[in-house]
């Protein structure tokens, strides 16, 4: 079965670059959230789409935006960068907004330097 | 906003026995409560899940209880196995748009 996409697998930036992080969810899911995990941390919430549409805002700094495009995938733009920004990056989708199961993608590794 | 807390942060059993890790979570509209298991790198993976017209949920050797009055929710491992040693998450629906508020993690070891 198709599982969430998630790209690059691995970035590595320095202090004050941008990076962008691509999702591909399962297809026919119309909802996708990103979730920030550091190191042995639990993820926190920063953003949600459903429809294309913003739907809810976590703990995503000022620094970051993200949007959902016509065929359902998401980016994650990241200005700025800080060392503190560094983390594991998942997205995960699911099929409608409330109460139902999130499938999670493989997650980005990103670093900065 | 949802506030989820976990206990206990670390859990070490014989492989065979039981594990049982707890949450409480503090906002009552709250309706969807997972439990993940994550292995180090890896993605959150969902191993059972329960909605709040169900009080206990049960998949082969997992199960989860809920119990909405007291506003906690508990992971029952029977029979575990070296192989379930990872960190468990539980989450709770926050704000009212399904976003998921996740505890603090326990990290299970089963010794052989």
């Known amino acids: 079965a198709a599982g969430v996409i998630q790209s690059p697998r691995h970035l590595i930036k320095e202090k004050r670059e941008t990076a962008t992080l691509k999702c591909y969810p399962i297809p026919r899911h119309d909802t996708v959230y990103w979730y920030q995990q550091g190191p042995g941390q639990d993820p926190q919430f920063l953003i949600s789409?459903?429809?294309?549409?913003?739907?809810d805002k976590g703990s995503i700094p000022d620094r970051f935006s993200a949007q959902q495009f016509s065929d359902y995938h998401s980016e994650l733009n990241m200005s700025s960068l800080e060392l503190g920004d560094s983390a594991l990056y998942f997205c995960a989708s699911s099929l409608g907004l409330i109460d139902n199961e999130q499938f999670f993608g493989p997650g980005t590794r990103l670093t900065v330097l | 906003g949802e506030n989820v807390e976990q206990h206990p942060s670390t859990l070490s059993v014989q492989e065979g026995d039981s594990a049982v890790i707890k949450c409480t979570y503090s906002?009552?509209?709250?309706?969807?409560f997972p439990w993940y298991k994550q292995e180090l790198g890896k993605r959150p993976q969902l191993i059972i899940d329960?909605?709040?017209?169900?009080g206990e949920k049960k998949d082969q050797r997992i199960a989860v209880t809920l119990n909405k009055t007291a506003k906690h929710f508990s992971l029952h491992i029977t029979e575990t196995q070296p192989e379930d040693s990872a960190v468990y998450f539980c989450a709770a629906t926050g704000g009212s748009q399904g976003n998921l508020i996740f505890g603090k993690g326990t990290k299970l070891s089963v010794k052989p």
């Open positions: 906002d009552s509209a709250s309706n969807y």
């Open positions: 789409f459903y429809e294309k549409m913003q739907s």
């Open positions: 329960i909605r709040s017209n169900v």
